[in-house]
């Protein structure tokens, strides 16, 4: 019988033992096909273990995302919507704000043109193109989104990572900055969202960067308690004891340690926000918060205009109804696979 | 003792605050979770700390890191009281008093690979002239422990239960510490890969001068790597002794029935020992009881066991046990 | 007849890729005898329990496959229906946890979760279970059960949980115990009353017990049969003593030279086994163990060895010759 011992894989390696005596190998006993073969054979035993990279969880939780049938159907709507909105204008076909066809619109007789070969989604009711105004509209919808749920996300986790780590990793001082900051985050969460916006919309007039603001701060507070407990919970855990007994620095461990490992949970909610800011804009402005130049074409205003005109023609609220909710539905299918993408319970 | 002592606990005690009120906290009572323990470690030994959960043995070790703050009593290591140092120099202090967790996986930064967890210690205290002195320190610490250099760019989570307790002892290991403090260093770990780490940690006490404090439940590892055993219950020593007297000539009632409690993998030990079975449970630590503490569950509890508390004596060279009638069980 | 057959057990999930848990496990239980089940984290030994009772997450579904025969008291319980193998657990077969604390509802009262065992499988009323159930408390060593019932699991200690749910199991006295580590969570003083109080439980009743455990101290003290298992197979299936005394897998006495025994001598170098349970080859190319294996020979990849010997049988082509148990002194 041939030893075979020295040959197999052995990717834990023995501690250097004084004692332990390892037998020679000895494949020359062998035909050279059977040793070819047998070596194949380990070799592919071995190959899981061979020199490969690691992988970050990142890039885990990336690899567990393009696999999410979900994952991939959100990322395709969103980029779409993105598409449009970043290189729609230049293909539409007329000018958004350009009131052209307006002797074609007669509101007394409730004549607004239906869909055409000319205007694939008709007119509006001041006579402009409606396909080039739902195109153009996403760039100012992506922008709110976007701009509204970044300033919430800053903001929050400012505020969240400031109290999260205070309280963490502080002693008792760091428990009184935590209770100052929480308390006011707690203000902010008391107030009805809405409320909230109408009164900042109110004291800065009504304008995009108001219905921003306003869906921004409304944001804040969600960011900013999600990243503070996430925070709490991992400051808690045994790796960052285990950074402290090294020496490291306690501002250190708060930003390499403990922030990265609870930014998860904030990333989904992001994604989800994203969605909620889009539907909240157009609330704003559906409520006459937004932009007051009605000539620049946004969804949420869209359909405010739209729904006055409800009974003439229903279609020119579905355009921006339609475009809202694809969008909506495109970031929260993301979210929900990037929060199962994240789960801890699903690493191995 | 001829050795050089390294440790030295004296007193040493965690209390912590139980607080009760809605917007104002009151301090309504203390969990003593380490109640005046003294002990030293020479250097170069290993000395083992057992006892049940609640205990306070992972506690104290703590303490000593000043991980948590004890509330009174001094731990001093090597000549310095550590228990009144400033948070700087303790910082400091540090690379020489490392520790390595029960769990390597959740004690290991999910996020970090291995080379970045290796040289974090090493970047924190200005160890190495350059990123290649740093690598080369690294390496040679990755042989020490047995892992090879390819585990530098992996992430914890791609390694065995095994590996990923290297990985902690390689953490611990790359700052030359004088001082290691195991908590349940292989409790997590499979039975088979158990041998490899106590054989690990044996190599390189030997090759390196290590002084080790080993916390642990189970006292058939302890025994077998320590010097010296002290046995907590409650937050207190019952007993220390030399490791191959402790377990030859138990005195404490507490350690005998640990003793016996332990399965022994061998059909004809289990068939003919008596157990000493203890009824009931740890008492809380917030309100232990009065005189002895192991009286409730003691068997052979007398009066005066609820009376006076009894202290430490020395009954035989470097062997201390807290029991009034010691003698007259053994 | 044996009161439990298993033959060829196998369990495999299917998720992003085939991972077969338990590879054709064969054993058997004959009636009040216990039956151990040893292996390291990953051998198979819970799914092997939980396959037996149907209690497999997603058991039954295209997810999970089972297959081989399980026939207890002639009745195969891996076809058996949904409801008869609800009837059937709980009152043929219990099964006891690991952790306690998980196994019981947080909301309910003690007593009333375990009088609901007894309404549910015995058809008693409420107020009889009630009574039974303060019985079965001061049975299984839970002072002053009276008042016990009506507490929370939260306010019982580790160890009295563990009792609560003993009690539970054997409420409807089942032929049947199934034990999945019911000691790892609970300290060695608790340990030992917890295994003492599952010694006097079957000795009382007659119940057989599977035991599940990586402990091997744990089976030295309460096992009659002994199957160790290995990347989800028995490698070696023995009678208590024959198996310690002359244990012939090389991944047995690797266990039992590897663990730090109390009856040893102090500071002797462990003989562990090298690598980790990951590295293993799959059955089908050969011995699961052979990577890991100092006697691995050249047959050990030239197929899956077959299980030999009766009644100390092995799975291996180049057997150990155990270990001098004297020399280990």
Not at chain 2, 239 to 254: D, I, K, M, N, V
């Amino acid at each position: 019988m041939t030893d075979l011992t020295p040959m197999l894989p052995a990717p834990e390696p023995r501690p250097a033992e004084p004692d332990s005596q390892t037998p020679t190998a000895s494949l020359a006993g062998l035909t050279p096909k059977a040793r070819r073969q047998r070596l194949d054979r380990l070799a592919e035993l071995a190959a899981v273990h061979a020199e490969e990279k690691g992988r970050s969880l990142w890039a885990e939780a990336f690899r567990r995302l393009r696999r999410n049938p979900a994952a991939v159907a959100g990322t395709v709507v969103l980029l779409l919507f993105v598409l449009v909105a970043l290189i729609g204008p230049l293909f539409v076909p007329y000018d958004p704000t350009s009131t052209a066809w307006a002797d074609q619109v007669k509101e007394g007789q409730n004549i607004i043109p239906g869909p055409s070969a000319q205007h694939w989604f008709g007119l509006d009711h001041n006579g402009r193109d409606e396909f080039s105004r739902v195109i153009v509209g996403a760039r100012q919808t992506l922008l709110v989104g976007v701009v509204a749920t970044a300033l919430g996300l800053i903001v929050g986790c400012l505020l969240g990572g400031l109290a999260g780590s205070a309280y963490g990793l502080g002693g008792r001082a760091g428990r009184r900055i935590d209770n100052v900051v929480m308390r006011v985050i707690d203000m902010l969460l008391a107030m009805p969202s809405l409320l909230l916006a109408v009164s900042i919309a109110a004291l800065l007039g009504p304008s995009l960067t108001t219905v921003m603001i306003a869906i921004g701060v409304i944001s804040v507070p969600v960011f900013a308690r999600l990243l503070r407990g996430s925070m709490l919970a991992q400051a808690n855990s045994e790796y960052v004891t285990a950074a402290t007994a090294l020496g490291v620095r306690r501002w250190r461990i708060a930003l390499v340690h403990v922030l990265p490992n609870s930014l998860g949970p904030v990333l989904v909610q992001a994604t989800l926000t994203l969605a909620t800011a889009i539907i909240e804009a157009a609330a704003l402005s559906f409520l006459g918060l937004g932009n007051p130049d009605p000539a620049v074409p946004e969804w949420g205003v869209m359909l405010t205009d739209a729904l006055t005109r409800l009974e003439v023609a229903p279609r020119l609220t579905i355009y921006p109804a339609v475009g809202i909710i694809i969008t909506a539905f495109g970031f929260t299918l993301l979210g929900e696979a990037l929060r199962e993408a994240l789960d801890p319970k699903l690493r191995r | 003792m001829t050795a050089e002592t390294l440790v030295e606990l004296k007193d040493l005690q965690v209390h912590f605050p139980i607080l009760r009120g809605v917007l104002v906290d009151r301090v309504v009572g203390h969990v003593k979770a380490v109640d005046g323990v003294s002990l030293s470690i020479p250097r170069g030994s290993t000395y083992g700390l057992v006892g049940e959960s609640g205990c306070g043995k992972t506690t104290l070790g703590r303490a000593l890191l000043r991980l948590v703050e004890p509330t009174g009593g001094t731990a001093v290591f090597d000549g310095v009281d550590l228990t009144a140092l400033g948070s700087n120099a303790m910082r400091t202090m540090r690379r020489r008093l490392q520790m390595i967790f029960q769990d390597p996986l959740s004690s290991l930064d999910p996020r970090q690979n291995i080379e970045s967890i290796l040289t974090e210690g090493l970047a924190t205290h200005g160890i190495g002239a350059d990123r290649a002195a740093r690598r080369a320190l690294v390496g040679e610490t990755l042989d020490a422990v047995g892992l090879p250099r390819w585990a530098l760019s992996r992430y914890p989570h791609e390694f065995s239960g095994g590996q990923r307790q290297r990985i902690g002892i390689a953490r611990a290991l790359v700052l030359s510490p004088d001082l290691i403090v195991a908590d349940e260093p292989v409790s997590a770990l499979d039975v088979s890969i158990q041998a490899q780490v106590l054989n690990l940690l044996a190599t390189l006490q030997a090759d390196r001068g290590l002084t080790y404090l080993v916390i642990a439940h189970d006292l058939a590892v302890v025994r077998h790597i320590c010097d010296t055993v002290g046995v907590m219950y409650l937050g207190a020593l019952v007993e220390q002794a030399p490791s191959a007297e402790l377990y030859t000539r138990p005195l404490h009632p507490y350690t005998r029935a640990l003793l016996s409690a332990v399965p022994v993998p061998d059909p004809d030990v289990e068939d003919r020992r008596e157990r000493i079975l203890l009824t009931g449970d740890l008492p809380s630590p917030a309100n232990p009881p009065s005189g002895c503490r192991f009286r409730t569950r003691c068997p052979w509890a007398r009066e005066r066991c609820a009376q006076e508390r009894p202290e430490l004596r020395t009954l035989a060279a470097g062997h201390t046990v807290a029991c009034h009638f010691a003698e007259e069980l053994e | 007849m044996a009161l439990l057959e298993v033959e060829d057990l196998g369990v495999t999930f299917r998720g992003d890729r085939e991972v077969r848990a338990v590879d054709g496990v064969s054993f058997t239980v004959d009636a009040g005898e216990v039956t151990g089940l040893v292996g390291e984290s990953g051998c198979g030994k819970s799914v092997t329990s939980l396959a037996l009772i149907g209690l497999l997450p997603k058991q039954n579904t295209r997810r999970v496959r089972v297959d081989g025969r399980a026939l207890f008291d002639g009745l195969d319980l891996l076809r058996a229906d949904t409801r008869t193998l609800r009837d059937i657990r709980g009152r043929e077969i219990a099964m006891i946890f690991q952790d306690p604390l998980s196994s019981l509802n947080p909301v309910v009262p003690i007593g009333v979760q375990v009088a609901e065992v007894l309404v549910r499988h015995r058809g008693v009323s409420k107020a009889e279970a009630q009574r039974r159930a303060a019985q079965l408390l001061d049975r299984v060593g839970i002072p002053d059960p009276n008042r016990r019932l009506k507490e929370y699991p939260h306010q019982l200690s580790g160890g009295m949980r563990q009792r609560a749910l003993i009690a539970m199991a054997v409420a409807c006295r089942p032929r049947l115990l199934i034990a999945d580590e019911p000691t790892t969570a609970l300290d060695v003083t608790i340990q030992a009353q917890i295994l003492e109080l599952l010694k006097e439980l079957v000795r009382e009743d007659g119940t057989a017990m599977i035991m599940i455990t990586h402990d091997l101290g744990v089976v030295a003290g309460l096992c009659d049969r002994v199957n160790v298992l290995y990347a989800g197979r028995v490698v070696e299936s023995a009678a208590r003593r024959p198996l310690f005394a002359e244990p012939v897998h090389p991944y047995t006495i690797g266990l039992l030279n590897s663990i730090p025994r109390l009856d040893a001598g102090q500071g002797a170098r462990l003989t562990p086994i090298r690598g980790s349970v990951r590295d293993v080859l799959p059955w089908s190319q050969g011995c699961a163990f052979a990577p890991r294996c100092d006697r691995a020979v050249e047959e050990c990849l030239a197929g899956p060895p077959e299980i030999t010997g009766d009644p100390h049988s092995f799975r291996c082509v180049n057997p150990g010759v155990g270990v001098d148990l004297e020399e280990v002194r």
